[in-house]
């Protein structure tokens, strides 16, 4: 078999959204957000992962990351986050994917370059409950994706992504840095933003 | 610093309730116990 290469930010933005639709079930699944029944473990980039098998969760992940996809790739997003709340709409937690994508040289880069460091959050999202606190019960979760000013006229009407509310989301929260990457066609940074306050008594 | 703007997908996602009931509509049955 061949090597795979990236030849522009099209390719990059597309392995980087597939890597983003992983990181989601993994999430989901590491922090309890629904029973761990409905996991299944599949392997990607040679690592293992948690896939729901929900079909209505799983088609409403893989459609969210789809219609992210033209953004992602034309640069325009700035961050992709993961807010889980509590059953009181109380922010706990936030997982951020901070993205920096760049123009590829005219040679590309091995799909493999990539995968590997992209193995490396993979791994780290999968330890995250080690140094994060049990959530309460009932939490729900929801994605909000960070544009740049620039690309405002990029959303067109028919999208299903709609302007978010961030009323509530100015909380003293501490912010641990999980995993970053850079490289001479992307910039990567997962961290997780989470409150203070967490219950010891347990 | 330059202002982003927030989007976020028009519909939730499946509640935990939701998922909790396909689960024992669909007797489900825990993969991790197959697999490991």
């Given at each position: 078999m061949g090597v795979v290469r990236l030849c522009d930010r099209g390719d990059v933005g597309e392995l980087v959204c597939e890597f983003l639709e992983v990181c989601i079930h993994q999430l989901l699944c590491v922090r309890e957000l629904?029973?761990?029944?409905i996991f299944e473990r599949r392997r990607y980039i040679n690592t293992p992962v948690q896939w729901a098998r929900h079909p209505d969760l799983r088609e409403y992940i893989h459609s969210a990351v789809t219609n992210l996809q033209p953004w992602v790739q034309q640069g325009v997003v700035d961050k992709v986050t993961l807010l889980v709340m509590n059953k009181n709409r109380t922010l706990e937690e936030k997982f951020v994917f901070s993205f920096g994508l760049k123009q590829l040289s005219t040679a590309g880069v091995p799909a493999q370059h990539l995968e590997f460091a992209l193995r490396g959050f993979l791994l780290k999202i999968s330890v995250s409950d080690s140094f994060l606190s049990p959530l309460p019960p009932d939490c729900s979760w929801e994605l909000v994706t960070y544009l740049k000013s620039?690309?405002?006229?990029?959303?067109?009407?028919?999208?299903p992504w709609v302007p978010a509310d961030d009323e509530?989301?100015?909380?003293n929260f501490i912010m641990t840095s999980m995993k970053s990457m850079r490289s001479s066609y992307l910039d990567m940074q997962l961290y997780v933003e989470h409150s203070v306050e967490k219950p010891t008594d347990e | 610093g330059s202002v982003s703007y927030l989007l976020t997908p028009a519909k939730p996602p499946p509640s935990r309730f939701a998922v909790q009931q396909w689960l024992s509509e669909n007797n489900v049955t825990d993969a991790q116990s197959h697999l490991s």
């Open positions: 629904y029973p761990q029944e620039s690309s405002l006229d990029t959303i067109n009407k028919d999208q509530g989301w100015d909380q | -």
